[in-house]
């Protein structure tokens, strides 16, 4: 679908390339753009920890990560049989609390390892508005279901999220001099907090993401919130909920990030990938085994084989050479084949 705009990004100061390493952290955002990245066969550990809102529960869990730290003892929480963790979503959950410990301390490890091996972080703010779990004092990612009375709702000032996310560019460029950051600030807006503090809360949000990449020229901003807000502008753009970005926006936002994010070759790639998957999904509409689509078949591996010089294709690879069999295998159960 084509759209009219006036309003183009501005390319990247630095571009993803074909052989890019990705870390994606943060809200549901972060999470979409992380999916059609790794569509993309790009390498990416896309939001480990679950869906995180606030800034302060992502500087805390990547801090933990790269310091080596388990998660707080203080935050398992039961509700119905099942065990939770308030520094974490609740897509990582376990029957006992042995068993999502050891899982919580996975994720932490496996995410310090990307984070030092990665070219890029994508970190995406979504609310600067905080749940403080009242009886430890701490601010959560996720309350869990949990009563409300076990919370303190409010929006955190602006001079201490500047000051842990601060802390947190330093922990990560210590942890990996080469890592470059691209902020983005969620489009989805989060209603339940009301329009006028959702407002607020995303103005904060913006405003930090501005001042980081100032005093750091290695962190960037790329303007999805923007593009959302400014450019589509029309409830056709958002999922019935009237809240979130359907698939139309999220394929008009990735396709303006990667104008201005993508150098040369991966732009190349990925029109080709485009092509390729068509092909992958393609299937007869009578006959698999006819000669022309195991022809179209063949031809197919022998582009995967090429591209899997360069890139991991062995799922596609098995599944080309598998229906390659079963039209062979049908086609001598025909008596056509001699």
Request: with cysteine; glycine share 4%; charged share 25%.
């Amino acid at each position: 679908m084509q759209f009219h705009t006036e309003f183009s990004p501005e390319p990247l100061p630095f571009r993803l390339g074909p052989d890019s390493r990705i870390v994606t952290i943060g809200s549901c955002f972060a999470d979409v753009m992380g999916r059609r990245l790794i569509d993309n066969k790009l390498e990416v550990l896309n939001n480990p920890f679950g869906t995180i809102f606030n800034p302060i529960a992502i500087a805390k869990l990547l801090t933990m990560a790269l310091r080596g730290a388990t998660p707080d003892d203080n935050g398992y929480v039961e509700r119905d049989g099942v065990w939770f963790h308030y520094d974490f979503h609740s897509s990582l959950w376990a029957n006992t609390q042995d068993e999502l410990r050891t899982k919580l301390t996975d994720a932490l490890s496996t995410t310090a390892e990307a984070i030092r091996q990665a070219d890029f972080l994508f970190l995406t703010l979504g609310s600067a508005i905080v749940y403080r779990h009242l009886e430890t004092g701490e601010v959560v990612a996720n309350c869990h279901k949990m009563p409300g009375t076990l919370f303190e709702k409010y929006l955190y000032h602006i001079d201490h999220l500047r000051d842990d996310l601060t802390r947190l560019l330093k922990t990560l460029h210590k942890a990996n001099p080469r890592l470059k950051v691209v902020l983005t600030v969620s489009p989805v807006r989060h209603t339940r907090d009301t329009m006028p503090l959702n407002s607020v809360s995303k103005s904060t949000l913006r405003v930090l993401s501005h001042e980081l990449t100032i005093w750091n020229s290695w962190v960037t901003y790329f303007p999805a919130y923007e593009l959302m807000m400014d450019d589509l502008r029309d409830y056709r753009f958002y999922e019935p909920d009237m809240i979130h970005p359907n698939a139309q926006a999220h394929d008009y936002i990735f396709e303006k990030f990667a104008q201005s994010a993508f150098d040369t070759e991966l732009r190349a790639f990925v029109t080709q990938w485009a092509q390729i998957s068509r092909s992958l999904a393609h299937r007869p509409l009578y006959s698999d085994n006819s000669p022309a689509h195991q022809q179209f078949l063949v031809k197919l591996l022998a582009e995967l084989e090429v591209l899997s010089k360069r890139i991991n294709l062995s799922t596609e690879l098995a599944d080309i050479r598998t229906r390659l069999k079963q039209g062979e295998k049908k086609e001598m159960g025909t008596g056509e084949l001699v």
